[in-house]
C-alpha cells in the first residue's frame, strides 16, 4: 500500500541521518498497522544511549516570523513541521521540511530551526526527564504536552515516530508493539483500546500512552478521518507490529474451528481473485487465528458464506464472527448459521467490524455454514471465524 498522509500533507522524505548507516531496520509499509489504517513514517533513529525507564515524552510548539531563528541544543528529539515549510540545520546538513514532515535530532547535537519562505510553526518532541518540562520550557515556546512516565524501554532502542490516518469506519487491527508508544490525537476522534484500560473515545489533543506488549487498536465510527501521531521506542530486533486480540473474560475452552483442533473448510462461495483457499485473500484466512489476515469473497456482497468442517461431531455453545470491512462496502452486519442437519440459526447481528462478536448457542453439528445475510456489499468475507463446544460422545 502506498504511503500517504491527510490532504494536504506530502508524504516526507527521509533524511539519512535519521537511520544511522548500518542500523537495524524495521519494516513500516503504508498498513504497518494493518486494517485500513494508513501509516507514513515521518522519522527514526536508533539511539546508541537508550534511555532509562522514568522519561517523558515532552512537546514544546514554537513559531517564528520570517527572518527568525532558534539554534540550540538539548536530549534526543524530534521535529514536526506543523504548519508551513521549515528549515532545519545541523552539521553540514541543511533540509527543508514540509508541513508535516518531521525528523530526528540526536542528544547534544546544535541545531538551527528557520522559516522558509514565510513565517512558521513547529513541534520539538523531547525525550526528557519529567520534571523539567516547564523548566526548560525554550523562549517564545509553549509547552504542548508532557506524557506519564515511559516504562519498557528495551536495551536496544529504535525511536520511531509516524503519522497515522484511519478513514471513517476504518480501523487498525488488534496489535502489540515491542517498546511503549505514545499517541496523540491531531484531528477528528477516534476509538481507543487497550487490554489494560479497555475502550476511550479520544479527540483532538487527546493523549494515551501503553507499555510493551499490550494489545491495542484504534478504530474510527465516525464520519471525519481521525488522525494521530504516534512515538515508539522499540526493539528493533523483533517485528514493528505482531497480531494480537483482547482476551475474553469468558473462558469458552478450545476453538474447535482452529486448523490446530483439525476443523477445514469444506466449502466456500468464493476467494477473492477466484484464488484457492490458501492464496493471500482465501477462506483458510478466516481459521488462522491471525486477525492480521482475513478471507474476502470475490464480489459475493449478500451471498458470500463459507463451510467449516469440524473434527467431529460438537455440542456448540458459542460462536465468534469477524466481519471483515473496507469502510464503504464488504461488510457483514449479520449471518446465519446452517448445520449439516438442515437446521438454521440466526441471524446474528454485528455492531461492527472492529473485533470478533460472539454468541450464545445450542445445537449440534459437524458442518456449519456462515451465511451472509445482510451486508453493505462487496467483497465480504471474515477476518476470523470461531466454534466453541463439547465433543459428542
Known amino acids: 500500500m502506498a504511503t500517504e498522509s491527510p490532504a494536504g500533507t506530502p508524504a516526507p522524505t527521509q533524511d539519512s541521518t535519521d537511520q544511522p548507516s548500518g542500523a537495524p531496520t524495521i519494516s513500516m509499509g503504508g498498513s504497518a498497522l494493518g486494517g485500513s489504517a494508513e501509516t507514513t513514517l515521518l522519522a527514526r533513529q536508533i539511539l546508541d544511549d537508550p534511555p532509562a525507564d522514568g522519561v517523558a515524552w515532552i512537546a514544546y510548539e514554537t513559531s ?27 552539521d553540514v546538513v541543511r533540509r527543508q521540511l514540509e508541513s508535516g514532515e518531521g525528523a530526528a535530532i540526536s542528544a547534544g547535537l546544535t541545531h538551527i530551526h528557520e522559516p522558509c519562505c514565510k513565517a512558521t510553526t513547529f513541534w520539538e518532541i523531547i525525550l526528557a526527564d519529567p520534571e523539567t518540562a516547564v523548566s526548560n520550557t525554550p523562549q517564545g515556546s509553549r509547552l504542548v504536552f508532557v506524557s506519564d512516565p515511559v516504562v519498557g524501554i528495551p536495551s536496544e532502542v529504535s525511536a520511531t515516530f509516524v503519522l497515522v490516518r484511519i478513514p471513517p469506519d476504518g480501523h487498525t487491527s488488534v496489535h502489540t508493539h515491542p517498546g511503549p508508544e505514545l499517541i496523540y490525537q491531531l484531528s477528528g476522534n477516534i476509538k481507543y483500546q487497550n487490554a489494560i484500560i479497555g475502550t476511550i473515545e479520544m479527540g483532538t489533543g487527546g493523549i494515551e500512552g501503553i507499555p510493551p506488549f499490550v494489545a491495542v487498536q484504534k478504530r474510527n465510527p465516525f464520519a471525519e478521518d481521525g488522525v494521530f501521531l504516534s512515538w515508539f521506542l522499540v526493539d528493533p530486533a523483533q517485528p514493528f507490529a505482531s497480531p494480537a486480540s483482547f482476551e475474553s473474560t469468558v473462558d469458552r475452552g478450545e476453538n474447535v474451528a482452529s486448523a490446530q483442533a483439525g476443523a477445514a473448510i469444506s466449502g466456500v462461495s468464493s476467494n477473492f481473485g477466484r484464488g484457492g483457499m490458501d492464496t493471500a485473500y482465501g477462506a483458510n484466512q478466516a481459521l488462522d487465528g491471525n486477525p492480521a489476515t482475513e478471507w474476502s469473497s470475490h464480489g459475493d456482497g449478500d451471498n458470500a458464506w463459507i463451510e467449516i468442517d469440524l473434527a467431529q461431531e460438537t455440542h456448540v455453545t458459542s460462536l465468534g464472527f469477524w466481519t471483515r470491512t473496507m469502510g464503504a462496502s ?35 453439528a459437524k458442518k456449519l455454514r456462515f451465511e451472509a445475510v445482510e451486508s453493505s456489499g462487496g467483497n465480504t468475507g471474515a477476518v476470523e471465524i470461531e466454534v466453541f463446544g463439547e465433543p459428542v460422545p
Do not use: C, N, W
Open 64 to 90: 517564528m516570523a520570517l527572518g527568525e531563528k532558534v539554534e540550540h541544543s538539548h536530549e534526543f528529539a524530534f521535529v514536526y513541521a506543523k504548519d508551513s515549510h521549515h528549515v532545519l540545520t545541523h
Open 330 to 364: 464488504a461488510q457483514i452486519f449479520s449471518f446465519r448459521v446452517i448445520t449439516d442437519q438442515g437446521e438454521v440459526y440466526g441471524p446474528f447481528s454485528l455492531d461492527d467490524a472492529s473485533a470478533i462478536h460472539y454468541f450464545d448457542t445450542d445445537f449440534t
